[in-house]
DNA sequence: TGATCATATAATGATATGCTAATATAAAGA
DNA sequence: TCTTTATATTAGCATATCATTATATGATCA
């Protein structure tokens, strides 16, 4: 194996991550702000250990950065450093609605599409 | 579901293709130039359904363009209506050296990585 | 310390994916 | 027409992926 096959890899490998509906919502909701897992779990209506385990993958494959704070996990962006990734992430539809009731008065005001 | 979310799995479904080492692979070599199946099976050292079935899903994902001529049937990409999909194609690792014995006397030369 | 909240991990099952082997189609030439 | 060549399609199998259910960890607070 080469280092252009190991390069080859490693692109499937991260596009293998932004394959997903899922995980692309999530890359679009951090692109607004930092979010803990109950956020993200509130706002996709799915189970927490599935969204876990989505935050985890694209953890380890460098996309998303962690930060524990007392009982919360905090999820950011990590793609400062990967040129062509953040462009694809800019492309993600905004989920910048469905961040509303984070900073509103109530829960209720969830849009749910 | 509403139209960011036709989008959304619009682009999951994209980038499903791309996370595919051979995939990948081939994309980088059709942006070098238009090539039959026959190539692009002699230069993966692949069976000829697997690549077959491979250009069979990125033409129905619309990411490259079908020619036939006579026995060959030639695929080129089909990107340059899609910007971020083209910055993609370009950031693949360079394929052409691969492409040599194509243009050289003899099969004996194709590189093997 | 015991209870609760936030998150992670593990096990399981259903579906999806990629390769191979076998076969089908279709064009070109003898 | 028969054969060969190039490609497509189908079926089958092994592996991967995603969601769920159940359980574990770990921090906070009464």
Redesign the pocket.
């Known amino acids: 194996m080469d280092t252009a096959t190991d390069t080859l890899d490693k692109m499937a490998e991260t596009f ?1 991550l932004l ?2 509906r ?1 995980r692309l919502a999530i890359l679009g909701l951090l692109r607004e702000k930092e979010l ?3 956020n993200i ?1 509130d706002i996709l209506h ?5 969204i ?6 694209m953890k380890a494959g460098g996309l998303v950065h ?1 930060r524990r704070q ?4 905090y999820y950011s962006l990590k793609v400062e450093d990967k040129p062509y990734i953040q462009q694809i992430v800019m492309e993600i539809p905004s989920q910048a609605s469905k961040l509303k009731e984070l900073d509103g008065p109530s829960l209720s005001t969830v849009s749910c599409d």
Not at 46 to 50: A, K, R, T
Not at 70 to 73: A, Q
């Open positions: 293998k394959g997903d899922t803990c897992v109950c779990v799915m189970s927490q250990p599935s876990s385990q989505h935050l985890r993958k962690e007392g009982k919360w996990t």
